[in-house]
């Protein structure tokens, strides 16, 4: 099949009479790109699954055009998915709820529970108005390779095995939602994300679970996840200085703090430099690994964050793309 990009004025309008024919879409979010399925009609959503060979009992996320739309997938909703979503709707936080009993199996990968987002990005926005349903959308990148965060690197992983790429430019944020489970007393985050455990915590009032493991069989948390296709191997600042000044030729670096911009530029190698504040780092991270992982070298060295609260959505993606 070949798979077209869309970019012209009329973009979100065809987006959606492909959507409405049956067929996959990759949509940008604020996140990442998710690749996007009519959530009503389970043939579409089962080509999703083909598309990215991502295994059947996998949930997808069901993205909204707002919190009036909840009702239609999930019920018995407590009222802290609603104060939540008037807080960071639309925005990177992904309810997991009781699903309505007509949310088809195959979205939620058999699960008795379904996860659904408001999604910010306006073309996203303007295409679920347009389609007034629900959109299932996993990320747009064929299983355990890095999440897209431009149409670039959709095509890159799905030319040819999707209809159409909706051109919405590089992602703002750059890394998947925060999910919370809110199916249980105490809300636990399933999945680390742009909003953080402090913020939910201050609207909510009460305490949140952030377990550091979970034994939930969902694709985000496979140990092996999120990686590029080169070895990528991860170090402190202090002990890639130390490495740096040994350099070997077959390496990129990914780095982000300005006292090693010597260092690298000395040992000449390919390399890319991430923001130092944490939403800017964030943002260039996966795009940095997809571009860092095509040129002509054996393994990616990265330098780590900091290792505190603010980063561990940083940190949880890097635990699962890291081969040290
Ligand atoms: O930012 C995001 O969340 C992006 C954009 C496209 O919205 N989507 C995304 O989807 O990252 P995906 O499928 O790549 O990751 C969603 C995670 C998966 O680990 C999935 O298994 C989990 O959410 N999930 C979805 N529904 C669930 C459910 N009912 N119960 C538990 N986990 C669920
Ligand atoms: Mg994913």
Not at 66 to 88: G, K
Not at 128 to 133: D, I, K, S
Request: hydrophobic share 40%; with cysteine.
């Amino acid at each position: 099949m070949k798979t077209e990009k869309l970019i012209d004025v009329d973009a979100v309008a065809r987006a959606a009479k492909i959507i409405k024919s049956g067929e996959l879409v990759a949509v940008p979010t604020e996140t990442v790109y998710g690749l996007a399925a009519d959530a009503n009609n389970p043939d579409a959503v089962a080509k999703i699954f083909a598309a990215k060979g991502r295994p059947a009992d996998h949930p997808l996320i069901v993205h909204i055009a707002s919190a009036e739309h909840l009702t239609n997938w999930a019920e018995h909703i407590p009222d802290s998915a609603f104060q939540l979503a008037a807080a960071f709707w639309p925005g990177p936080l992904t309810f997991i709820l009781p699903k309505k009993n007509c949310v088809n199996n195959v979205v939620t990968g058999g699960h008795k529970s379904v996860g659904v987002r408001c999604p910010a990005h306006p073309l996203m926005r303007e295409l679920l108005l347009e389609l007034n349903t629900g959109l299932a959308a996993p990320s747009a990148n064929p299983y355990k390779k890095i999440s897209p965060t431009t149409a670039e690197q959709v095509l890159f992983g799905l030319e040819g095995k999707i209809a159409a790429v909706l051109d919405g430019g590089p992602c703002e944020v750059g890394l998947e939602s925060t999910i919370l489970d809110l199916t249980v007393e105490t809300p636990r985050i399933l999945r680390a994300g742009p909003i953080s455990k402090a913020q939910i915590e201050q609207v909510l009032g009460v305490e949140v679970l952030l377990p550091k493991k979970h034994n939930i069989a969902v694709s985000g948390n496979v140990k092996a996840h999120y990686q590029p296709n080169k070895p990528l191997y991860a170090f402190s600042t202090e002990e890639l200085k130390a490495k740096l000044l040994q350099p070997r030729n077959d390496i990129a670096v990914l780095y982000y703090t300005a006292t090693l911009v010597s260092h690298i530029e000395q040992a000449r190698l390919p390399s890319l430099k991430l923001g130092e504040d944490k939403p800017s780092y964030a943002k260039g991270l996966y795009y940095g690994l997809f571009t860092l992982d095509k040129a002509d070298i054996r393994e990616i060295w990265l330098e780590l964050p900091p290792q505190n609260e603010l980063w561990v959505d940083v940190h949880d993606r890097l635990s699962r793309a890291v081969s040290n």
